[in-house]
């Protein structure tokens, strides 16, 4: 069965807040995959994605990480 992928997080330049996030959604029991692509201008993107179905419990869990980190949403 195919899984539909979403991307919920995009980071530029170093993949450090991506990994950290993406560590932080597996050990709440998403599924994760981190895909990177390179561009023109900003060097390389990193783009975090969530199985379809589990879209919201991940934005949650998004929330609640940038809210640790004292990052305004």
């Known amino acids: 069965m195919w899984v539909k992928w979403v991307t919920i997080h995009e980071s530029f330049g170093l993949p450090r807040a991506?990994?950290?996030l993406r560590c932080f959604l597996e050990l709440e029991g998403i599924r994760v995959r981190l895909v990177s692509r390179r561009t023109k201008r900003a060097g390389h993107v990193y783009a975090l994605q969530v199985p379809r179905a589990q879209r919201k419990?991940?934005?949650q869990i998004l929330c609640d990480f940038r809210?640790?980190?004292g990052d305004p949403v």
């Open 18 to 20: 991506a990994q950290e």
């Open 57 to 59: 419990k991940a934005e």
């Open 67 to 69: 809210k640790r980190l």
